[in-house]
Nanobody, 118 residues
Framework: QVQLVESGGGSVQAGGSLRLSCAAT?????MGWFRQAPGKEREGIAF???????TYADSVKGRFTISKDNAKNTLYLQMNSLKPEDTAMYYC???????????????WGQGTQVTVSS
């Protein structure tokens, strides 16, 4: 039911910042950001549920911030102090309340590429 479209990816130098956006249609409960680098498994990096505080993977905690504008039905990921190891395809996702594993999420965006040069 929920449809998602990501935007905001691009190429930046190490130490730079990007903000990703995810426009959603339909009522959202649990939303998250995932990333996948070539040859690697999809990694959950940030999550937010209605009425709860966001949670983050250790790899991005303190550098990335997930937020949601319910009036605009849009999810954001502010990425600061970017590192080359952050290079990946980034996806937003939606699922039932409390979703955390990739298999929990039923709706996915098409992905947006983030490349960080050293």
């Amino acid at each position: 039911q929920v449809q998602l479209v990501e935007s905001g990816g691009g190429s930046v130098q190490a130490g730079g910042s990007l903000r990703l956006s995810c426009a959603a249609t339909g009522y959202t409960y649990s939303m998250g950001w995932f990333r996948q680098a070539p040859g690697k498994e999809r990694e959950g990096i940030a999550f937010i549920d209605r009425g709860r505080s966001p949670t983050y993977a250790d790899s991005v905690k303190g550098r990335f911030t997930i937020s949601k504008d319910n009036a605009k039905n849009t999810l954001y990921l502010q990425m600061n102090s970017l590192k080359p190891e952050d290079t990946a395809m980034y996806y937003c996702a939606h699922g039932p309340y409390g979703s955390r594993s990739a298999s929990d999420f039923g709706s996915w965006g098409q992905g947006t590429q983030v490349t960080v040069s050293s």
